[in-house]
């Protein structure tokens, strides 16, 4: 069974950073393309990011929004997903998921964690 | 603003058929595979369709998926009081570096 667990989140100050992981287990991780998305309160879905398997290239890709402050990674050897969150604004208040691709090229989530709360406020 | 486009909401009788749209461009669905997912409240997403028109396994069938063109669909039958839910369409949209989109939801209400 896919089983994707979050953590990391809880209140962070504006401009201050933080770092989400998300631990992977019941697939070879090492195949899939992996991603995060968010959702802020009472709003749809956004994608956040996303990283390609490890190899000669590894890409990440951003939305315009998170570009430049936030940094997508995974650990292959640890089975884990990380996002670090710097320069936090009021805006990046959501509930984090992480998410598996349907593969190695295919980026839209086919399973999600139960997500993680970060909240930007003093 | 979401690059594709759902109606906000949609709704039915038990047991009346509800089609969801989800309308893109040749960048993202014309191109590219379109997932769908149901969300209920306070849970996270789940799957429902993959690469267009394919069930997950435990998805019951009465929920379909189609494509064509530049738009997909989403078809639930046999409506039932369970499936009120928010639902959402994604692809892989390849203009600049490339991105996930998603459609801004339809909440599905049973009346």
């Known amino acids: 069974e896919v089983q994707l667990v979050e953590s990391g989140g809880g209140l962070v100050q504006p401009g201050g950073s933080r770092r989400l992981s998300c631990a992977a287990s019941?697939?070879?991780?090492?195949?899939?393309?992996m991603s995060w998305v968010r959702q802020a309160p009472g709003e749809g879905l956004e994608w956040v990011s996303s990283?390609?398997?490890?190899?000669?290239?590894?890409?990440?890709y951003y939305a315009d929004s998170v570009k430049g402050r936030f940094t997508i990674s995974r650990d292959d050897s640890k089975n884990t997903l990380y996002l670090q969150m710097n320069s936090l604004r009021a805006g990046d208040t959501a509930v984090y998921y992480c998410?598996?691709?349907?593969?190695?090229?295919?980026?839209?989530?086919?399973?999600w964690g139960q997500g993680t709360l970060v909240t930007v406020s003093s | 603003q979401s690059v594709l486009t759902q109606p906000p909401s949609a709704s039915g009788t038990p047991g009346q058929r509800v089609t969801i749209s989800c309308s893109g461009s040749?960048?993202?669905?014309?191109?590219?595979?379109v997932c769908w997912y149901q969300q209920l409240p306070g849970t996270a997403p789940k799957l429902l369709i993959f690469?267009?028109?394919q069930r997950p396994s435990g998805v019951p069938d009465r929920f379909s998926g189609s494509k064509s063109g530049t738009s997909a669909s989403l078809a639930i039958s046999g409506l039932r009081s369970e499936d009120e839910a928010e639902y959402y369409c994604?692809?892989?949209?390849?203009?600049?570096?490339?991105?996930?989109?998603f459609g801004g939801g339809t909440k599905v209400t049973v009346l």
């Open positions: 690469r267009n028109d």
């Open positions: 994604a692809a892989w949209d390849e203009r600049l570096s490339g991105y996930v989109v």
């Open positions: 998410a598996r691709g349907g593969g190695t090229y295919e980026y839209a989530p086919w399973a």
């Open positions: 019941g697939f070879t991780f090492t195949n899939y393309a």
């Open positions: 990283i390609s398997i490890s190899g000669d290239t590894m890409d990440t």
């Open positions: 040749s960048s993202n669905i014309g191109r590219n595979y």
